[in-house]
């Protein structure tokens, strides 16, 4: 089953005039930076019917090819508006991954949010901590509600993008292959030469 509309739908039709949806990518790497996307369509996207945009799911389901294929649909969409924000490694060593990524969420929605009555949908169990706007959490979230999908969506595609530059400037571990993630590759390669600049010292890496 594929995420819906509905969710937003409700907000909208209750007097929201902004329904916007949130979701991080890369909280489990062992390198690179966390990438956080907010994304909302304005009320007349609701009222339509995109048909190029009927495969949305949760981004880990789909293949990159796929995922490339509706950012350049989202992007053209004039209906669609988004901000993408990110926390580097030091900045996740000195707070802690989940810090971090909240951080960065916390960022990105008040960048996008409006002056209009604004709800924020958070993928996860978490709320994101001092935000003055109202929110509402929703355990995977990526798969069920449409505007959380196409954030992570969003999200996935910017982040692996940095980690295939990243693999540029670090050839020896693999970047463009695991984006990062603890792989038998990628350890091994740790364990061969040690960490780069873009590694979480704070995370286990052997």
């Known amino acids: 089953m594929l995420p819906n509309k ?4 409700k907000y909208i039709k209750s007097g ?18 966390v990438v956080v996307c907010a994304a909302y369509f304005n009320k007349r996207f609701y009222l339509n019917k995109f048909r190029n945009l009927n495969n949305v799911n949760d981004s880990k389901l789909l293949s990159a090819k796929r995922r490339e294929i509706i950012v350049k649909e989202l992007i053209k969409n004039k209906h669609f508006k988004y901000k993408i924000s990110l926390c580097r490694p030091k900045t996740i060593d000195r707070l802690n991954i989940h810090k971090a990524s909240k951080l ?14 604004a709800m924020v949908l958070v993928d996860g169990l978490h709320e994101i901590p001092n935000l003055k706007i109202k929110q509402h959490t ?20 910017y982040r692996d993008k ?16 695991h984006k ?8 091994t390669q740790l364990t061969s030469i040690g960490p780069c600049a873009i590694h979480r010292k704070s995370f286990r890496l052997s």
């Open 104 to 117: 960065a969420m916390k960022r990105t929605v008040s960048g996008l949010a409006r002056g209009t009555r």
């Open 180 to 187: 990062g993630y603890g792989t038998k590759q990628h350890y």
């Open 16 to 33: 929201y005039g902004q329904v916007i949806g949130v979701d991080e990518v890369g909280m489990g790497c062992l390198a690179g930076p």
């Open 6 to 9: 509905n969710t937003e739908s």
């Open 162 to 177: 940095l980690m295939a530059k990243y693999a540029k400037k670090y050839p020896k571990y693999g970047f463009e292959i």
């Open 138 to 157: 929703i355990t995977k979230g990526d798969s069920k509600v449409f505007v959380i999908a196409c954030a992570s969506i969003m999200a996935k595609v």
